[in-house]
């Protein structure tokens, strides 16, 4: 027997190495299957994109916010990989009772390290993990030495219409954001602010209004909409994975990073 405690302080007992593996988080699913762990996955959701085969040759459980709690206990899992922000208090609660499950909890770069730490003990592959972890450190230093000189703006950066809403503080895209040396209008606001659109320029004036591809998926006209309000804000499409999603993901995100500052140049 073993025991864990995972990113919100639960703890889990195991009694051997998980061998069937359902996952709630579509980053998390990604890692997973980086860690070499595709024939252990049993379950996962219909976000869970990448690599694009497993929506084919896992069991699809619902979203992330609405699973299908029969279809789980039907796959019988030794263990479930949930998240604090994508999961909700009901869902992990309810599933307790049909397996352990691990619950990350991802603001800063540190917490996505943490957790491929976790996985890789959880799972038997501290190798695996630890290369993962090794890639990152040498994108992230690497990145931060392209980012030396490199002036500080202030950008919004917005995830849904109608309402209208932006990342503000305490999350992982606002992490990334300071990484990007953008100082972000809405940090002040809480975690994920309504914002009126037309009070853009009182609220911070950004020199950047970045248009996420997810969990909205913005337009052509949204951006015009948005511009009628800045004054001089550069409007840009970014995808909403290399800003939002962690895990093995980082390891894309720092070159997309790249490519993102010179095309604002």
């Known amino acids: ?33 980086d860690l070499g762990l ?8 219909k976000f869970c994109v990448h690599p694009y085969h497993l929506k084919s040759t896992k069991k699809i459980i619902g979203g992330t916010k609405k699973v299908h709690i029969e279809k789980i206990k039907l796959l019988k899992p030794d263990i479930i990989i949930a998240n604090k922000e994508e999961n909700t208090e009901e869902i992990v609660t309810a599933l307790q009772e049909i397996a352990p499950v691990w ?26 993990a630890q290369q993962w972890i090794d890639k990152i450190n040498f994108a992230l230093a690497d990145f931060k030495i ?5 002036e500080v703006q202030k950008a919004a950066y917005f995830i849904w219409k109608n309402p209208y809403m932006a990342a503000g503080g305490d999350n992982f895209i606002n992490e990334m954001l ?12 809480g975690r994920y602010p309504e914002i009126i659109i037309q009070k853009i320029r009182i609220q911070g004036d950004p ?29 840009v499409f970014v995808d909403g994975e290399m800003f939002s999603w962690y895990g093995s993901r980082m390891v894309k ?13």
């Open 207 to 235: 020199d950047v209004v970045f248009l996420s591809s997810e969990p909205y998926p913005f337009k052509e006209e949204d951006a015009f909409e948005i511009g009628r309000f800045t004054h001089h804000a550069k409007t």
């Open 146 to 150: 392209f980012m030396q000189d490199r």
């Open 103 to 128: 619950v990350s909890n991802i603001i800063t770069i540190q917490d996505n390290l943490d957790m491929i730490t976790q996985l890789g003990q959880l799972f038997a592959v501290r190798t695996q």
């Open 253 to 265: 995100a720092f070159p997309y990073f790249k490519q993102l500052q010179q095309r604002l140049e």
């Open 38 to 45: 595709e024939d252990r996955i049993v379950g996962v959701t």
């Open 178 to 189: 300071k990484l990007n040396n953008f100082t972000n209008i809405y940090e002040d606001r």
């Open 1 to 33: 027997m073993k025991t864990y405690t995972d990113q919100i302080g639960n703890t889990i007992t195991l009694d051997a190495v998980p061998q069937r593996i359902v996952s709630l988080v579509p980053s998390q699913t990604e890692l997973l299957f």
